[in-house]
């Protein structure tokens, strides 16, 4: 079975300056998706990033970017340029490339940002 | 384009009675999901629809809690009786044939058991 793992409890980080959330995952696939979804005090899930395990680039989106280790199996979160509106819990998650199975997410990290 | 609709956000209620959590997914996306996720937890699946068809049930705890899809759009999710341990937020998802891999989620629904 899939697992996810996210050390980090919970982070703080400076308006304006850069955090890196770690993730790793345990699968024996070879093609799979890897995401971080972030989840304010609203509840809804939001895609941040998604990263294709087939491909050797790391993903980026605006502010944010992974460091996707397949050999390793880690896939962490930079947030550059921290803002007050990135305060939230962030989930690490992987799914499978075929058929619509489930996400396997970790545990979280609840991100702080300090004006 | 509309997205995930769950109802009600909130719901408290007495240990024993019953509860049903609504949700609409996305039109057009075939597979639906409902996840649990616990105070302080990441969300775990319940059960996964392809369409009207329960293809993915191994963690839902049948002997208090259904689900259904009668017509492979919104789905039903009904605890019944509830307990103590059920004081989670249920969050459904919903997912298109574009294979993007990415799940789109409601805002979910916060159940208090008292």
């Known amino acids: 079975a899939q697992t996810v793992t996210q050390s980090q409890p919970e982070m703080s980080v400076q308006e304006a300056e850069t955090v890196t959330l770690s993730c790793t995952y345990d699968?024996?696939?070879?093609?799979?998706?890897l995401f971080w979804y972030k989840q304010p005090p609203s509840r809804q899930m939001i895609l941040v990033i998604r990263q294709e395990a087939y491909k050797q680039q790391n993903a980026t989106e605006n502010r944010f970017s992974v460091n996707f280790q397949k050999a390793a199996k880690s896939f962490s979160l930079k947030i550059s340029d921290s803002q007050l509106g990135d305060a939230a819990m962030y989930f690490c998650?992987?799914?499978?490339?075929?058929?619509?199975?489930?996400?396997?997410f970790g545990t979280g990290t609840r991100l702080t940002i300090i004006p | 384009e509309a997205g995930v609709v769950q109802s009600p956000r909130y719901k408290i209620i007495e240990k024993k009675q019953p509860v049903a959590f609504w949700c609409n997914p996305i039109?057009?996306?075939?597979?639906l999901y409902w996840y649990r996720q616990n105070l302080g937890q990441g969300p775990e699946l319940l059960i996964r629809y392809e369409n009207e068809e329960a293809v993915d049930d191994s963690q839902l705890p049948k002997d208090r809690f259904s689900a259904e899809r009668l017509k492979g759009v919104d789905s039903t999710l009904k605890i019944q009786p509830a307990e103590l341990g059920d004081s989670a937020v249920y969050l459904c998802a919903s997912s298109g044939t574009r294979n993007t891999g990415e799940l789109f989620f409601g805002e979910g629904s916060r159940l208090t058991v008292l």
């Open positions: 998650a992987y799914r499978k490339i075929f058929g619509n199975e489930k996400l396997t």
């Open positions: 039109s057009g996306h075939n597979t």
């Open positions: 699968t024996s696939e070879s093609d799979y998706y």
